[in-house]
């Protein structure tokens, strides 16, 4: 392992105002979003609209990593690019996701542990001659009655710890990924007493394990109440809750946090992001930025339909959606002009879908 170059890669993920693009759902989960937009489940229908993504004009401005899946890697770009290539040429890093999915957790029902430790180091090995720069695992921990439970938290938090080792060790910087769940209808203050304590344990394991916090980045969750909750957090409460369990419980070593988006709206998940950063600016150590895959790629998989015809209303949607998160990263989101734009671009596209470019100036 090279320290020097884990964090260059670490630093350069988060620097510029830009933020990371999750394009790493599993053959399953791409299927599940294509299925009800009539879109065929096959690996050149995802290639297709992988390569979409991967083409977007400018992308480069605003997103710094992309997140591939194992397909994804093995496969070129419509025009016979190999994608880590493609993404590298748009002034993009790649990055590749090595868990192996959940299954339940023997004695916890209800509760969920990430696999794939087996075999990882030899994974790992072939992903890095294949062009990835850095990696993603994503542990999943659950609200309900009587959960979450330590022997999850603990269990989890030690797969990821021994993940992000195994990361450096191949020079791969690490996005470790403990996600709190939004389903339920749980309140603010439970998703944060669950997200601090899944913090706290994922930093003693990291420490444990003798990972470089100057050489990772963290993904986590923001503070929310579950999506069926009666009381809905305010922008500005979500922000609070979320940076204040953030200072208690991670690190400043650590060079940034790149949210991930978990079933929030795309215009939520910048505004968010964008309260954050107005009301912590200059009081946090670590970078406040995002690494959502639904809230940057929906609107563009809906104008995209599976049509060779849509792919530049499909871009300028994901292109939009990356400029007003990048925006977000500065403080400079404009909920009512993001509002607005999806309304007015409504021409032939269902309103809320598909935003078109930006209004500047
Ligand atoms: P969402 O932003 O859709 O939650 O996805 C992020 C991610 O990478 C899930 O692992």
């Not at 695992?137 to 609200?143: E, G, P």
């Not at 949210?259 to 950063?277: D, I, P, T, V």
């Not at 690494?291 to 209303?313: D, F, H, K, T």
Request: hydrophobic letters at 45%; a neutral charge.
């Amino acid at each position: 392992m090279d320290p020097q170059r884990l964090i260059e890669t670490a630093q350069a993920l988060v620097a510029r105002d830009r933020g990371l693009l999750a394009m790493d759902e599993s053959t399953g989960t791409c299927n599940k979003r294509f299925a009800p937009l009539g879109i065929a489940q096959t690996p050149e229908a995802r290639r297709a609209y992988r390569d979409m993504i991967v083409t977007t004009p400018q992308l480069g401005d605003s997103i710094s990593g992309a997140i591939l899946y194992d397909e994804t890697i093995r496969q070129q770009t419509l025009a016979g690019v190999p994608f880590a290539q493609a993404l590298e040429a748009a002034g993009i890093v790649p990055g590749i996701k090595v868990d192996k999915g959940t299954k339940p957790l023997a004695g916890h029902p209800g509760e969920l542990v990430t696999e794939g430790l087996d075999g990882l180091r030899e994974r790992l090995a072939e992903y890095v001659s294949m062009g990835a720069r850095f990696a993603k695992w994503r542990a999943v921990i659950t609200i309900g009655p009587g959960i979450p439970t330590r022997g999850c938290i603990e269990a989890n938090a030690h797969a990821l710890a021994r993940y992000a080792a195994t990361c450096q060790e191949a020079g791969l910087v690490p996005i470790v990924e403990p996600e709190v769940l939004m389903d339920g209808d749980h309140s603010l203050q439970r998703c944060a007493d669950a997200t601090a304590e899944t913090l706290h344990e994922v930093f003693l394991q990291l420490r444990a394990q003798r990972v470089l916090l100057e050489g990772m980045l963290l993904k986590p969750n923001m503070v929310l109440p579950g999506l069926a909750a009666a009381d809905q957090a305010s922008v500005d409460a979500v922000a609070d809750a979320t940076v204040h369990g953030l200072l208690r419980n991670v690190p400043a070593a650590m060079p940034g946090i790149a949210f991930l988006s978990g079933g929030q709206s795309a215009q939520l998940a910048s505004a968010r992001l964008n309260a954050m950063n107005v009301r912590f600016r200059g009081r946090v150590p670590w970078a406040l930025a995002f690494s959502y895959a639904r809230a940057l790629q929906q609107p563009a998989l809906e104008a995209w339909r599976g049509e060779a015809a849509n792919v530049p209303a499909a871009q300028q949607a994901l292109r939009h959606r990356a400029e007003c998160n990048r925006a977000a990263r500065r403080g400079r989101y404009d909920a009512d002009r993001d509002a607005a734009s999806a309304k007015s671009d409504g021409d032939g596209v269902p309103t809320g879908r598909a935003p078109g470019a930006p209004r500047r100036g």
